[in-house]
């Protein structure tokens, strides 16, 4: 590789044995740990004029954390990805190799594109963002996710307290112009194609399209939301006669929910998406 590299690593990831294979590969670069939420930001932005390529080692959190930092330094400049983390959906929506030595040879290429970020407010997303039931999970993930301990699956736990508690609640969408109302389990708007740990929420996304997916979750019952999980693993949802599909450049979605910013919880109540055009680079 013959760009000067700085490898932003995650602490809490899984990179001990990356780092043992990094050793061996041919290219020069400098290795920085973050030190908790939205370093890799600072780390990123900081350092845009000195070095060419960011590699975010980590899942979706500082992936998001250090393209938004590329992308806020006003630099042209490249993001790797590497992934470790607990959920590596960019990563995957992207085609990245979860082998580490897959992941790291991809690096030493000369493979290059432009993808489209989403926006919300100030905050970038590269995955998907949601309103209503996706964003009370992430609620309840942020209250007990450090309770490692006590609660081994903090993910599914979420899932569960949030599935009992939610109720579906009346929004207002519009997409481009167009206006949709009623009652909507979830809308969640995607950029990539997967979620959660691995669910294929948006099997048609394309992050270089110029637009954004949105999935619409009708006014489903829990029941009917229990009984096809399994499809939503498989991407087949939008079978279901209560979940829709539109696509569009710019959303608006007026309601008293959250709403997440890839899984970020990110406010509550009116929000408007929008997508930008091919405007980083990723190594894949």
């Not at 960011?54 to 590497?82: C, H, P, Q």
Request: hydrophobic share 40%; glycine share 10%; charged share 25%.
């Amino acid at each position: 590789m013959a760009y000067k590299t700085l490898i932003i690593v995650n602490p809490s990831s899984n990179f001990y044995q990356l780092l043992h294979f990094l050793k061996e590969l041919s290219f020069s670069y400098e290795v920085v740990y973050s030190k908790g939420p939205k370093h890799p930001y600072f780390l990123a932005k900081e350092n845009a004029k000195e070095y060419d390529t960011f590699i975010a080692v980590g899942g979706d959190g500082t992936v998001n954390e250090v393209g938004s930092g590329i992308l806020d330094s006003g630099e042209d400049k490249i993001l790797g990805i590497i992934p470790a983390g607990r959920e590596n959906n960019i990563a995957r929506s992207l085609g990245i190799p979860f082998n580490y030595e897959e992941a790291c040879r991809r690096l030493l290429g000369e493979n290059v594109i432009r993808i489209d970020v989403g926006k919300v407010n100030d905050k970038y997303f590269f995955g998907n963002a949601g309103v209503g039931f996706t964003a009370e999970i992430v609620k309840y993930y942020n209250h007990i996710r450090f309770l490692k301990r006590v609660v081994p699956n903090p993910v599914d736990f979420s899932i569960w307290i949030a599935f009992i508690s939610y109720r579906v609640d009346k929004m207002k969408v519009d997409i481009d112009g167009r206006t949709i109302e009623d009652k909507f389990f979830d809308i969640t708007i995607s950029n990539g194609k997967y979620i959660g740990n691995g669910d294929i929420i948006a099997p048609y996304a394309d992050m270089q399209d110029g637009l954004l997916d949105i999935i619409l979750f009708g006014d489903l019952s829990k029941l009917e939301v229990a009984k096809n999980r399994d499809m939503l693993k498989k991407g087949a949802h939008l079978q279901h006669p209560k979940v829709k599909m539109e696509r569009g450049k710019k959303i608006k979605v007026s309601s008293e929910c959250n709403y997440h910013v890839d899984g970020d919880l990110a406010g509550r109540g009116e929000v408007v998406f929008e997508i930008k055009e091919k405007i980083l680079s990723v190594k894949v």
